[in-house]
């Protein structure tokens, strides 16, 4: 998913919840700054900032690719090792 793409899917997810920018950002513990950046695409954010933001606002990034599937398996059978 491309930066444009999280921008718009978090100001529309916002919108939809009713809520300002400044209400998303104390829920999710970040300044206004932070959410205006998200909103606008700007690649600015940390990760963390990122992951609160889409926290508070109920959306889950899914990993999807050709290399996530064997990832999934071999974590599951290092975690069943230990």
Do not use: C, F
């Not at 919840?17 to 104390?26: C, H, N």
């Not at 829920?27 to 950046?37: I, K, P």
């Not at 290399?67 to 974590?75: D, G, K, L, Q, T």
Request: overall charge neutral; aromatic content about 4%; glycine content about 4%.
């Amino acid at each position: 998913m491309q930066s444009l793409e999280i921008a718009s899917l978090i100001s529309y997810h916002r919108k939809q919840a009713g809520i300002s920018q400044v209400e998303l950002a104390l829920h999710a513990e970040v300044s206004r700054n932070v959410v205006q950046d998200l909103e606008a695409g700007k690649e600015r954010a940390s990760w963390r900032n990122l992951q609160a933001v889409l926290g508070v606002l109920n959306i889950h990034l899914e990993p999807t690719g050709p290399m996530v599937e064997a990832w999934r398996n071999r974590a599951k059978k290092e975690e069943a090792a230990s």
